[in-house]
C-alpha cells in the first residue's frame, strides 16, 4: 500500500467535512469561560480547536495510523522510528549546547555518530545499547532553560496543545531540523507525511487509554501537557513549588502554590 496516497485521498474525501469543523472551532472560540484556569485564559478557543483538531484526527490521521500498523509488521515501523529519532537527535544535540549541557550534549553528538555509522542511518539504534542516553530538547525548551515563561496554554490548528513560548519557538524548530534541509521537495514531504503517520501510530493506544480514563479529556490532556514540559524544562526535576499571581476580587494580586509535579526521567 502506497502510505503517502492513501493519506492524501483521505485527506481529500475529508476536507468539506474539515472546513465545517474550523467554523465551529472558531464560532466557540468566541465563548467565554467562567472562571478560568490562570494558565488557560483562551480555555473557549482552545476548546473548540481542540474539537477540530479531534475532528481532523478521527477523518485522517488515527485510520491512516491504524493502517499502518497493521500493514507494516513491528521490526519495520521500529526502524523507521529510529530513523526518525536518530535526526531529531541532531536538533537535540545542537539544543543541549545551546542549555551549555556538556554531558547530554556529548551524548546526544554520540548517539548521532554511533547510529549514523554501524546503524545503519539511525535505522537500527545501537547507541541505546551502548547506553548511550537520549535527552529530547528543543528550542522552546531552550527558551525555558533561559528562564522564558512559557506563557498561556494554546492549542494549535492540526499540531495540537502548545504555550505561547512553545509556540514562538516552532519556527526554529522547523527550520533546525535536519529534515528542512532535504532538497528534494517530493522526498522531504514523503519523509514529512511518514514521519506524522509514524508519530500517530505510537500514540494509538495512548489516546484511547486516556480518553477512557478521563471524565473531561480536554482538561486532562491541558494539566498533563503542561507538567509534561515543566518537567521537560527542568530536566525532571522541576521547583517543588511555583508562585503564580491571580487577580482576587478586589482586583488584587495574591500569590498562589501550584500543586508539586512528580518528577520523571527524560
Not at 473557549?44 to 491504524?66: L, Q, S
Not at 522552546?140 to 504555550?163: I, K, M, N, R
Not at 501510530?201 to 480518553?211: I, S
Not at 478521563?214 to 508562585?243: C, I, K, S, W
Amino acid at each position: 500500500m502506497n502510505i503517502q496516497r492513501y493519506f492524501q485521498n483521505r485527506l481529500g474525501r475529508a476536507s468539506a467535512l474539515l472546513g465545517c469543523a474550523m467554523l465551529m472551532a472558531l464560532s466557540s472560540g468566541c465563548a467565554t469561560v467562567g472562571q478560568p484556569d490562570p494558565h488557560d485564559p483562551w480555555e473557549g478557543y482552545n476548546r473548540g480547536m481542540t474539537r477540530f483538531n479531534n475532528t481532523v484526527d478521527d477523518a485522517v490521521f488515527k485510520p491512516v495510523a491504524t493502517a499502518y500498523k497493521k500493514v507494516l509488521p513491528k521490526p519495520v515501523r521500529t526502524g523507521v522510528s529510529n530513523f526518525f529519532g536518530n535526526l531529531g537527535d541532531v536538533w537535540s544535540f545542537i539544543n543541549n549546547v545551546l542549555q551549555a549541557k556538556p554531558e547530554a550534549a556529548l551524548s546526544s553528538f554520540w548517539r548521532v555518530v554511533v547510529n549514523s555509522t554501524i546503524g545503519f542511518g539511525g535505522v537500527l539504534d545501537p547507541a541505546t545499547d551502548m547506553r548511550l542516553q537520549r535527552y529530547r530538547e528543543d528550542f522552546g525548551q531552550t527558551l525555558g532553560y533561559w528562564g522564558v515563561p512559557s506563557g498561556p496554554y494554546f492549542v494549535l490548528p492540526l499540531l495540537g496543545p502548545s504555550t505561547l513560548r512553545d509556540t514562538a519557538a516552532l519556527p526554529v524548530d522547523f527550520y533546525g531540523h535536519p529534515l528542512s534541509y532535504v532538497n528534494d521537495v517530493s522526498l522531504r514531504n514523503s519523509l514529512s507525511v511518514v514521519r506524522i503517520i509514524d508519530t500517530r501510530a505510537q500514540l494509538l493506544d495512548v489516546g484511547n487509554l486516556l480518553d477512557a480514563a478521563a471524565l473531561d479529556p480536554y482538561t486532562f490532556r491541558r494539566d498533563a501537557y503542561l507538567q509534561m514540559r515543566r518537567n521537560d524544562v527542568h530536566d525532571g526535576n522541576p521547583p517543588q513549588t511555583e508562585e503564580r499571581y491571580d487577580l482576587d476580587e478586589k482586583g488584587q494580586t495574591l500569590p498562589v502554590q501550584a500543586a508539586p509535579t512528580s518528577q520523571r526521567q527524560k
